[in-house]
C-alpha cells in the first residue's frame, strides 16, 4: 500500500503504541489526524516526543472517545481509522469498572457507527492478549477460548465482538489486531518493564508485585508495523491476528536481565502484596502463536529483547523526570 496522501485517523495517538504508529505514518507519507484525549493542560501527550518535523505535519483533535458526536466528526474524510483509544491499565480496572465499559466498548461503537456512516475504507481495531486469561494452551493461536479475569479483559472482549459484529452485519471492513505484550520508549510507569528501571536507577530497592507471570514480550517498533501490515492486507478484512514472538519471559526474568542490562545487579528486590493482582484475577501465562501473522500478512518481529530492552533503558534514563519511582502507578 502507497501511504502517501493517505488520510488516516488514529484514535489513542498520545499514547504510548498510538505516538509510535502516528509517526511511523507520517514517515510513510500519510495524512495523519492524531486523536487525543483532551485536558485543560492541552498537552498532545507521547506526540509531543515525535521530532519537529513530524510534529509539524500532525493534525490533532482533542475531543473524548465516549463523545459520539466528536467522534463522527472526527472520522470523516478518512480512508483509514486505527482505533488505539483504550483505558488499560489493569488495576484501575478493579477501581473505576464502569470507566472500562464507556471508554473501551462505547468508545468502540462510536469509532464503529462513525465508520459506517462515512464509508471508511479501513478499520483496524486494537485488541490485546489479556481477553485470553491464563493460558490452557501454548503458543496461543486465535482459537484459544477467551476468559476475562479482569474487568479490562472483560471489556475489550466486549469491544473485540462489537468490531466483529460490525464487519459480519454491515460489511464493514474490520481487522482486529491482537497485539501480546508491548513495550518500549514512551511507556508510561504502569507497565512493569519502565516501572523496573526507573526505581532502579534512583534507589537500591525495586519494588514488584508477583515475579512467576509469564509474557511475551514485543518491541513497539514491532508492533507498529503488525499494525501497517494489517491495514495493507485485504485478505486480513474481518480477521483476527495475533502479533507477537513466540517466547516467554517470566517477570522474575525480565526484572534479573534489566537489572544485569543496567549495572544493577546489587538492587534489592522487593514483592508487595498492593502491587499483585487478586489471586485469580491473576493471567500467569501468556505466550503468542503468530503463523497467521506470518502467512496472511506477511509480518514477522525482528528486535531481540535483549536490544528492546536496552533502547527502554535509554529512553528512561534520558526521561526520568517522566516517572515517579516511588508511587506505584495504576
Known amino acids: 500500500m502507497n501511504w502517501t496522501g493517505t488520510k488516516v485517523l488514529v484514535t489513542g495517538a498520545g499514547g504510548f503504541i498510538g505516538s509510535h504508529l502516528a509517526e511511523a505514518l507520517l514517515t510513510a507519507g500519510a495524512e495523519v489526524t492524531a486523536m487525543i484525549r483532551y485536558t485543560s493542560r492541552g498537552d498532545w501527550g507521547n506526540l509531543e516526543r515525535l521530532p519537529s518535523d513530524r510534529k509539524g505535519s500532525l493534525r490533532v483533535l482533542a475531543g473524548n472517545i465516549e463523545d459520539s458526536d466528536f467522534v463522527d466528526r472526527a472520522a470523516a474524510g478518512h480512508a483509514v481509522v486505527f482505533h488505539l483509544a483504550a483505558l488499560i491499565g489493569i488495576p484501575y480496572s478493579y477501581t473505576a469498572p464502569r470507566s472500562y465499559i464507556r471508554t473501551n466498548v462505547e468508545g468502540t461503537l462510536n469509532i464503529l457507527e462513525a465508520a459506517r456512516r462515512h464509508g471508511v475504507r479501513r478499520v483496524i481495531h486494537t485488541s490485546t492478549s489479556e481477553v485470553y486469561g491464563s493460558a490452557r494452551f501454548t503458543p496461543m493461536t486465535e482459537d484459544h477460548p477467551l476468559q476475562a479475569q479482569s474487568p479490562y479483559a472483560a471489556g475489550k472482549i466486549g469491544a473485540d465482538q462489537l468490531a466483529r459484529s460490525y464487519h459480519l452485519s454491515f460489511n464493514l471492513p474490520v481487522s482486529i489486531l491482537r497485539p501480546f505484550n508491548t513495550y518500549g520508549p514512551r511507556q508510561s510507569a504502569r507497565a512493569v ?36 501490515r494489517m491495514a495493507e492486507s485485504e485478505e486480513a478484512v474481518g480477521e483476527t491476528v495475533h502479533i507477537g514472538t513466540g517466547r516467554g519471559t517470566s517477570i522474575g526474568d525480565l526484572a534479573r536481565t534489566l537489572l544485569t542490562q543496567m549495572g544493577k545487579g546489587q538492587v534489592e528486590m522487593v514483592q508487595e502484596e498492593s502491587r499483585k493482582r487478586p489471586e485469580e484475577s491473576e ?48
Request: charged share 25%.
Open 193 to 228: 518493564i519502565p516501572t523496573i528501571i526507573s526505581q532502579a536507577l534512583s534507589g537500591e530497592r525495586v519494588r514488584v508485585g508477583s515475579l512467576t507471570p509469564v509474557r511475551d514480550l514485543l518491541f513497539v517498533e514491532d508492533t507498529v508495523q503488525g499494525f501497517l
Open 283 to 330: 493471567v500467569t501465562r501468556l505466550i503468542c502463536d503468530a503463523s497467521r501473522a506470518r502467512n496472511l500478512i506477511g509480518w514477522r518481529p525482528n528486535v531481540p529483547l535483549e536490544e528492546g530492552l536496552r533502547r527502554t533503558i535509554e529512553f528512561v534514563s534520558n526521561h526520568l523526570d517522566l516517572y515517579r519511582p516511588t508511587e506505584y502507578a495504576l
